[in-house]
Nanobody
Framework: QVQLVESGGGLVQPGGSLRLSCVAS????????MAWYRQAPGKQRALVAA???????TYADSVKGRFTISRDNANNTVYLQMNSLKAEDTAVYFC????????WGQGTQVTVSS
């Protein structure tokens, strides 16, 4: 039923850190590049970071040097380590496959505020 489940969001002060997790079903995780996306209030959903089967990564310019994407293929899980968080990082964060995205999950809310 549910193929993508995000967790780990919350309220954090500027400069703080969070680690997001995304558990995917094995059938869609296997041999698929995975990515994190986010949607801020009043804005379109945008790519944050992506990771290939072999571990190659790419990041949006706005998060380079602050966020790190990784994956655990044995557990069908992709992570997003977020450091030095800014107010503009506030958004709902989603995970999905890169080439043929599945239906979107509910995401996990990240709020950066003092």
């Amino acid at each position: 039923q549910v193929q993508l489940v995000e967790s780990g969001g919350g309220l954090v002060q500027p400069g703080g850190s969070l680690r997001l997790s995304c558990v995917a079903s094995g059938s869609i995780f296997r041999n698929n590049a995975m990515a994190w996306y986010r949607q801020a209030p009043g804005k379109q959903r945008a790519l944050v970071a992506a990771i290939s089967n072999g571990g190659s990564t790419t990041y949006a310019d706005s998060v380079k040097g602050r966020f790190t994407i990784s994956r655990d293929n044995a557990n069908n899980t992709v992570y997003l380590q977020m450091n030095s968080l800014k107010a503009e990082d506030t958004a709902v964060y989603f995970c999905n496959t890169v080439l043929r995205p599945r239906a979107w999950g509910q995401g996990t809310q990240v709020t950066v505020s003092s």
